[in-house]
C-alpha cells in the first residue's frame, strides 16, 4: 500500500491546533476552505507583520503520522491536528521530498511542497519540550526542522482520510527543502 492521507484538520482561527474534520476542501491558489491560513498572500500574523503582501507559500501544512508515533514514544502525546497540520499523512517522507514535489490527493486535489515549517515556540506552549523533538540539531550542526512541509494548493478538491497520496517529483536534480 502507498502513501494515504491519515486525517485531516481546519481551523478558523489563529490558534495553534485545528480541529480534525471528515474531510477538508482545498483550494486553487487559496489553501484550505475555512482554514485562518486561506489567502493568496500570506496569511500568519508574524509575516503580516512584516510584510503583508508576500505571496503565501504555507497555505496547506503537512505532518507524518510517524512523526507523531515518533514523538508519542519520547513522552508528548500529540494527535493530528494539535500541531496545526492540515493534512497528516502515513507512508510518506515528507522531509526529504524535493522543494516543487506535487503531491495529488485522490482523484483531484493536488499541492506543491515550498519548504519546511519553521518550528516556533508556541509548540513548547503546547507541550514543554516538545519543540526539541521537532527542531533539532545534525551531526554537523545544521538545524533539522521536522515539524512538516508547507505547500501551495494547486488544484481545488476534497481530501478525507484513506485518500491515496501519489507523488510526482520534479525534474532535475534534487532540491532539498529549506524553511518557508
Known amino acids: 500500500m502507498g502513501p494515504v492521507v491519515e486525517s485531516v484538520s481546519c481551523g478558523s482561527g ?104 519553521n518550528p516556533c515556540a508556541q509548540i513548547d506552549g503546547f507541550s514543554r519540550g516538545l519543540l526539541k523533538q521537532v527542531l533539532r540539531r545534525g551531526e554537523d550542526g545544521t538545524v533539522v526542522r521536522r515539524a512538516g512541509v508547507m505547500g501551495v494548493v494547486l488544484t481545488s478538491g476534497t481530501v478525507e482520510p484513506g485518500t491515496p497520496v501519489r507523488v510526482r517529483v520534479p525534474r532535475g536534480a534534487h532540491t532539498p527543502l529549506e524553511r518557508v
Open 14 to 117: 489563529h490558534t495553534f491546533s485545528k480541529e480534525v474534520l471528515p474531510r477538508i476542501r482545498l483550494l486553487a491558489g487559496l489553501g484550505v476552505e475555512g482554514d485562518a491560513h486561506l489567502g493568496a498572500t500570506v496569511q500568519h500574523l508574524s509575516r503580516i507583520a512584516v510584510n503583508p503582501d508576500q505571496p503565501n507559500l504555507r497555505q496547506v501544512h503537512l505532518v507524518a503520522a510517524e512523526l507523531l508515533e515518533e514523538v508519542g514514544e519520547a513522552g508528548f502525546a500529540v494527535s493530528p491536528g494539535q500541531l496545526g497540520e492540515n493534512i497528516t499523512t502515513r507512508g510518506l517522507d515528507l522531509l526529504s521530498l524535493s522543494a516543487g514535489t506535487v503531491l495529488s490527493f485522490g482523484d483531484g486535489a493536488s499541492v506543491r511542497v515550498t519548504g519546511l515549517r
